[in-house]
T-cell receptor
Framework: TQLLEQSPQFLSIQEGENLTVYCNSSSVFSSLQWYRQEPGEGPVLLVTVVTGGEVKKLKRLTFQFGDARKDSSLHITAAQPGDTGLYLCRPGNQFYFGTGTSLTVIP | DAGITQSPRHKVTETGTPVTLRCHQTENHRYMYWYRQDPGHGLRLIHYSYGVKDTDKGEVSDGYSVSRSKTEDFLLTLESATSSQTSVYFC???????????FGPGTRLTVT
């Protein structure tokens, strides 16, 4: 049973715009991982957040773990076509993934 | 990139035939996983392995079996393929059970 809700499910934006996607649950997690999956490839790990309230930055991507460790967000600044893909979150101590947010960045 | 390969990368087979997919790693990671990915369902765990000859079922294990006779190889077998098993199959590896997973390139299986 998947307990992770990701929103929005689909997102299409113009190059240069900012966006935020969310990963929400009613459960508390010890850690949360974010992956990006490009079309035709396997998911690739972007980051792991561990501490409640933690913020991690990866170039134009900012990841935040909620204070209660039940939710997380990913903010992309000035999106580029290379950011296109499926963004997945996964609790570190579970085998399931969220259903993902499919992002398309239009040049 | 983690050394994970999957074979074949594409396969078309008929209903009722047996199919075996192979995952090979060069990282010597203890944990190996098989997932399927379908539109509307995301990634779902089929089986996983926590060592040679040690395997366990995942969320969608019915109709699938696995074997791991060597650390580097994890095989997924569909004993009698059905159309509902048409999917993209991903293998993944990790050092720890709770650890970050590294995925292979996927196998696209079509059962006609």
């Amino acid at each position: 049973t998947q307990l992770l809700e990701q929103s929005p499910q689909f997102l299409s934006i113009q190059e240069g715009e900012n966006l935020t996607v969310y990963c929400n649950s009613s459960s508390v997690f010890s850690s949360l991982q974010w992956y990006r999956q490009e079309p035709g490839e396997g998911p690739v790990l972007l980051v792991t957040v561990v501490t409640g309230g933690e913020v991690k930055k990866l170039k134009r991507l900012t990841f935040q773990f909620g204070d209660a460790r039940k939710d997380s967000s990913l903010h992309i600044t000035a999106a580029q076509p290379g950011d296109t893909g499926l963004y997945l979150c996964r609790p570190g101590n579970q085998f399931y993934f969220g259903t993902g947010t499919s992002l398309t960045v239009i040049p | 990139d983690a050394g994970i390969t999957q074979s074949p990368r594409h396969k078309v087979t008929e209903t009722g035939t047996p199919v075996t997919l192979r995952c090979h790693q060069t990282e010597n990671h203890r944990y190996m996983y098989w997932y399927r990915q379908d539109p509307g369902h995301g990634l779902r765990l089929i089986h996983y392995s926590y060592g040679v000859k040690d395997t366990d079922k995942g969320e969608v294990s019915d109709g699938y079996s696995v074997s791991r006779s060597k650390t580097e190889d994890f095989l997924l077998t569909l004993e009698s393929a059905t159309s509902s098993q048409t999917s993209v199959y991903f293998c993944a590896i990790s050092v720890e059970r709770e650890g970050e997973q590294y995925f292979g390139p996927g196998t696209r299986l079509t059962v006609t």
